[in-house]
Structures are given as structure tokens and as C-alpha cells.
């Protein structure tokens, strides 16, 4: 039986609550805003969305985060639809993952501000690649502010940018996340 994207994130959520730790220890994300930035010859193409997902279990420091590929919004509508449809394959790929765990000192109970590592497999475009990303996690209470910026190589994911509009899609991405994390409730 082949599972579907929201089945798995349902499967994840379920096995991250029940997985014998305290709801105290999941954190979901309660907001988000993921940017792209391609930096480019001919033009600069930003894209962003709000409406990423994520876990993360503070008990063993791991996370599960997605990004619904197609509701990435640009500038001009033609932009959204050639990344959905020629680089992207939305369709056949509708979410870019993130899955892995927190390496280095953190406290989500403890205000303060903690550069960790999130090292996991980032998959775009339905290719995995193994990632270690610099992260700051900003704690306030029982609020927790994300954020990450890092780099994506187009052929590390096998996006084939056509020749004809090379000079209009940078060979490497920046990604900004800012998220906020808030304690998991039933």
C-alpha cells in the first residue's frame, strides 16, 4: 500500500506523541515563513510560503519539517507556474522534507539563544541528500523562534534549468526559515 504525504505526516505526528514521551516535549510549528532567493544574471526571483509543518521532539532532539512545494508564491504568476511545473514537478513531488535531529546545546525550557546544527536528509524534488544546516533557536517562554539560513544546489537535487533561461535561475538557492515552535496540545 503506497502512503500518501499527508498519511506519513500523520503517522509521524502520531508516533512522535505516543512515542512514550510527555506532551510537554513536542514542540509544532504554530508559524512559519520559508523564502527562496535565486540571485541571478538577469533577475533576482524570490518565492515565499507560510504554510510549512514540523515537529520537533525535545526528549531525543529529533524534527520532521515539510514544505508544500506549490504553495510557494512569487511575483508574477508565470514564475509560479514553470517552477511548479518544468523545475519543481509539484505534482510528482508536492513537498520538500526535512528529517533528521539537533546536534549541539539547546534548552527549550531555558530563555536564551542556542546555535545548533540540524542535521538530517533534506529531500527536494524527490532526491534525499544527507544535510548538516546552521540553526539559532530562539527561546521566550514557551515560544520557540526557528531560524535557518543555508544554500541548495540545484543539481545536488537533479532541477534541470533549460539552457534558454540559465542566465535567469541562479545554479544555487538561498533558503530562509523563520519559524515559531510551540509546546504540542491535545
Known amino acids: 500500500m503506497k502512503k500518501t504525504p499527508k498519511l506519513t505526516f500523520v503517522v509521524l505526528l502520531a508516533l512522535f506523541v505516543y512515542a512514550g514521551t510527555a506532551r510537554a516535549q513536542i514542540y509544532m510549528l504554530e508559524s512559519s515563513n520559508v523564502r527562496f532567493f535565486s540571485d541571478a544574471l538577469i533577475e533576482d526571483i524570490t518565492a515565499t510560503t507560510t504554510s510549512a509543518q514540523g515537529l520537533v521532539n525535545v526528549a531525543d532532539k529529533t524534527f520532521s519539517f515539510r514544505v508544500p512545494i506549490k504553495t510557494f508564491e512569487f511575483a508574477k504568476d508565470l514564475m509560479k507556474e514553470h517552477f511548479n511545473e518544468n523545475y519543481m514537478e509539484s505534482e510528482k513531488h508536492p513537498y520538500g522534507t526535512f528529517k533528521g535531529s539537533i546536534v549541539g546545546n539547546s534548552n527549550f525550557t531555558k530563555n536564551g539563544v542556542y546555535e545548533v546544527t540540524a542535521k538530517g ?14 540553526a539559532k533557536l530562539f527561546v521566550e517562554g514557551s515560544v520557540v523562534r526557528l531560524e535557518s539560513v543555508f544554500m541548495v544546489k540545484l543539481v545536488d537535487h537533479d532541477i534541470e534549468i533549460p539552457q534558454i533561461v540559465f542566465q535567469n535561475i541562479a545554479e544555487e538557492i538561498e533558503v530562509t526559515i523563520k519559524s515559531d515552535l510551540v509546546p504540542y496540545k491535545k
Do not use: F, K, N, T
Not at 536528509?121 to 546552521?134: A, N
Open 121 to 134: 536528509v533534506l529531500d527536494i524534488h524527490g532526491v534525499p541528500q544527507e544535510r548538516s544546516l546552521p
